[in-house]
């Protein structure tokens, strides 16, 4: 157990930002999953207007540092594709 008050003052900024990251990511998950969903149904205007929020969802977490920024733009790409292929074999 630290000793030092600065110590411990990090340990409940850790804290606060795990519970924060956990539910950022759990966020993507969820919109990247509710995409997939809408793609599959074939309901490529709602899609497309939840590929927006998605793709500012994933820079905002670049940003902030929660996932590299290669690693958002790898997601937007591939949502982005998937959709265009979609839109393309209609």
């Given at each position: 157990?630290?000793?030092k008050h600065a110590a411990l003052k990090e340990i409940r900024k850790d804290r606060k930002r795990r519970?924060?990251?956990?539910?950022?990511?759990?966020?993507?998950?969820t919109m990247t999953r509710q995409l997939h969903e809408l793609l599959t149904a074939q309901k490529?205007?709602?899609?497309?207007?939840?590929?927006?929020?998605?793709?500012?969802?994933?820079?905002h977490a670049a940003a902030k540092g929660l996932?590299?920024?290669?690693?958002?733009?790898r997601y937007k790409s591939r949502l982005t594709l998937r959709l265009n292929r979609?839109?393309?074999?209609r």
């Amino acid at each position: 157990m630290p000793i030092k008050h600065a110590a411990l003052k990090e340990i409940r900024k850790d804290r606060k930002r795990r519970v924060r990251n956990s539910a950022v990511r759990s966020s993507l998950k969820t919109m990247t999953r509710q995409l997939h969903e809408l793609l599959t149904a074939q309901k490529l205007d709602d899609a497309s207007a939840l590929l927006k929020r998605v793709a500012k969802a994933y820079d905002h977490a670049a940003a902030k540092g929660l996932i590299h920024r290669n690693t958002a733009a790898r997601y937007k790409s591939r949502l982005t594709l998937r959709l265009n292929r979609q839109r393309a074999a209609r």
